[in-house]
């Protein structure tokens, strides 16, 4: 059985006070199948994004060990608090905390679910989600807008923990991390100076992601955290939110 999202989905939460530009919050829910957790599949639209990087980056820089090292590399050289971003990419690239691998079908179809309301590489936005798995079936909790950055919103979260009370687990909250290029100091992607030419695309978690993790894991029980770019996967377990750093 093929992992494919339906177009539809299974339900839309709406949420109080004003939103972010083209925030949206959809519920999918279906049988839990092998394919889901399999490496993703090389469609044409991941085909085109693949490509895409390469002719932007070259196949060398494309590899995400190149990505974080460029990554802990820009941070460790800051002279302000931002140098402490630096370190997750540290410990990913040692092996100490997490693993990187193909992202799954999972993984893949949220990106492009994404993607296909905000070309990423045009456009970069982020979304996040939260898997949920119970008797035979997968819940998702999907959120995304345009905007770089988004906000865990309590009508969401109320839900995932109606969901545990009646038996599901909160297996992952998966978000991605954008690459960002032509970037000016002011611009939608938060660019300053000083990150004018971090073009992103690694997936070790930020600080304030780690924070977040920490929190869910205390509220709502999550087990991992899977940080994508649309081709590759950091996977973080709950151990790891304590060996991965957080702002203090």
């Not at 090292?69 to 002279?79: D, I, L, M, V």
């Not at 898997?131 to 865990?152: I, M, N, Q, T, W």
Request: with cysteine; net charge negative.
């Amino acid at each position: 059985m093929p992992c494919e999202l339906t177009e539809q989905p299974t339900e839309v939460i709406a949420v109080e006070g004003k939103p972010l530009p083209g925030e949206r919050h959809e519920v999918f829910d279906f049988p839990d199948t092998p394919a889901w957790w399999a490496d993703a599949p090389e469609d044409a639209e991941r085909q085109r994004y693949r490509e895409a990087l390469r002719t932007r980056l070259g196949e060398p820089a494309l590899v995400q060990r190149a990505l974080l090292e460029r990554s802990q590399a820009r941070f460790a050289a800051r002279k302000d608090v931002a140098r402490r971003e630096a370190e997750n990419s540290a410990r990913v690239l040692d092996g100490s905390a997490g693993a990187v691998g193909p992202s799954s079908c999972l993984e893949w179809r949220l990106f492009q679910r994404q993607a296909r309301r905000f070309p990423m590489l045009e456009h970069p936005t982020e979304f996040h989600a939260y898997v949920l798995r119970g008797p035979e079936r997968v819940r998702v909790y999907f959120s995304g807008a345009d905007h770089v950055g988004g906000k865990l919103r309590s009508e969401v979260t109320e839900r995932v923990a109606q969901d545990i009370a009646r038996g599901f687990r909160l297996v992952a909250h998966v978000h991605n991390h954008n690459f960002m290029f032509d970037r000016k100091p002011g611009d939608r992607m938060w660019t300053t100076p000083e990150t004018v030419d971090d073009i992103g695309g690694g997936v070790a978690p930020s600080l304030s992601d780690v924070q977040a993790y920490r929190n869910l894991r205390e509220s709502l029980r999550l087990e991992a955290a899977w940080v994508t770019n649309g081709l590759e996967t950091g996977r973080f377990s709950a151990k790891d939110f304590d060996l991965l750093s957080a702002w203090e």
